[in-house]
């Protein structure tokens, strides 16, 4: 049974940060690429990073790139996601995902095949 478990969500100001983890066990975690999504009230869930099996490739959306960064350390099975600059319209639930893979090719939420049950991270104005 995979279980993915994010923790490190609250409230920040805007401009400041907040650094997100997420806790995997079941699978062999080094096996597989790591993603992040976020779902806002009232929209879709939209990608936010990838990064692939050994941390040396990432890919990030437009809208969090030169802000977020996702790493992961294999050895406590966990990836995280650094969150500076923070913006009001990055208020969201957030979710981490497992892929069908190793390479960090997964912008769609139909390529991860396990997810978390999602943190809720507000920015206030």
């Known amino acids: 049974q995979v279980q993915l478990v994010e923790s490190g969500g609250g409230l920040a100001q805007a401009g400041g940060s907040l650094r997100l983890s997420c806790a995997a066990s079941?699978?062999?975690?080094?096996?597989?690429?790591m993603g992040w999504f976020r779902q806002a009230p009232g929209k879709e869930r939209e990608f936010v990073a990838v990064i692939n099996w050994s941390g040396a490739s990432t890919y990030y959306a437009d809208s969090v790139k030169g802000r977020f960064t996702i790493s992961r350390d294999n050895a406590k099975n966990t990836v995280y996601l650094q969150m500076n600059k923070l913006k009001p319209e990055d208020t969201a639930v957030y979710y981490c995902a497992s892929g069908r893979g190793a390479q960090a090719r997964g912008v769609s939420a139909s390529w991860y095949d396990y997810w978390g049950q999602g943190t809720q991270v507000t920015v206030s104005s």
């Open positions: 079941g699978r062999t975690f080094s096996s597989y690429a």
